[in-house]
T-cell receptor, first 115, second 111 residues
Framework: DQQVKQNSPSLSVQEGRISILNCDYT??????FLWYKKYPAEGPTFLIS?????DKNEDGRFTVFLNKSAKHLSLHIVPSQPGDSAVYFC??????????????FGSGTRLSIRP | DGGITQSPKYLFRKEGQNVTLSCEQN?????MYWYRQDPGQGLRLIYY???????QKGDIAEGYSVSREKKESFPLTVTSAQKNPTAFYLC??????????FGPGTRLTVL
């Protein structure tokens, strides 16, 4: 049972436009959400996070939106750049897990930025 | 520079052999994690450790073992009992704001 779902395995966006990556979760105990970016044969790198007490967090070109009632979050990248082409993982953690704060990852969305 | 190192980057193993993947961090983080990634799938948690001399099974611990004798080190042994060990293995540690920092990964191939 996937608790964090990224239903779009791939997304293609023109350079300069907005990229929107979506993520849904099922566990209402999650209270902290993260986005990671991953290039092939490398470890994921942390991008941005959001606590459940907020509905928006912005960092430069990256903005994460959280809709708790819909159990949905999204990552907006604007403007999209060629270097943004990578796999993006949505992840969640919360008080329902042990104090090791296990993070549950989605299956990822491959973003391709075309010229 | 602070970070997480994993070695080797590529590893080949014959069937029936145990192999140990190294993970070292100098970030002074208490919690460390091991994940595996398979093509088209997300990261699945194998084992994690909150503190030295303590570790817990993750979602897919069968066929794996770990140790945490030092804060900086969290090696993962892939045993011959692991039925499908070919994968990309990622080690991570947890920072103060609950984010995880990942190493570069080890690709294990069973011949």
């Amino acid at each position: 049972d996937q608790q964090v779902k990224q239903n779009s395995p791939s997304l293609s966006v023109q350079e300069g436009r907005i990229s929107i990556l979506n993520c849904d979760y099922t566990n209402s105990m999650f209270d902290y959400f993260l986005w990671y970016k991953k290039y092939p044969a490398e470890g994921p790198t942390f991008l941005i996070s959001i606590s459940s007490i907020k509905d928006k967090n912005e960092d430069g070109r990256f903005t994460v939106f959280l809709n708790k009632s819909a159990k949905h979050l999204s990552l907006h990248i604007v403007p999209s750049q060629p270097g943004d082409s990578a796999v993006y993982f949505c992840a969640a953690s919360g008080a329902g897990y042990s104090s090791a704060s296990k993070i549950i990852f989605g299956s990822g969305t491959r973003l391709s930025i075309r010229p | 520079d602070g970070g997480i190192t994993q070695s080797p980057k590529y590893l080949f193993r014959k069937e029936g052999q145990n192999v140990t993947l190294s993970c070292e961090q100098n970030l002074n983080h208490d919690a460390m994690y091991w994940y595996r990634q398979d093509p088209g799938q997300g990261l699945r948690l194998i084992y994690y450790s909150q503190i030295v001399n303590d570790f817990q099974k993750g979602d897919i611990a069968e066929g794996y073992s770990v140790s945490r004798e030092k804060k900086e080190s969290f090696p993962l042994t892939v045993t011959s009992a692991q039925k499908n060990p070919t994968a990309f293995y990622l080690c991570a540690s947890r920072g103060p704001y609950n984010e995880q920092f990942f190493g570069p990964g080890t690709r294990l191939t069973v011949l």
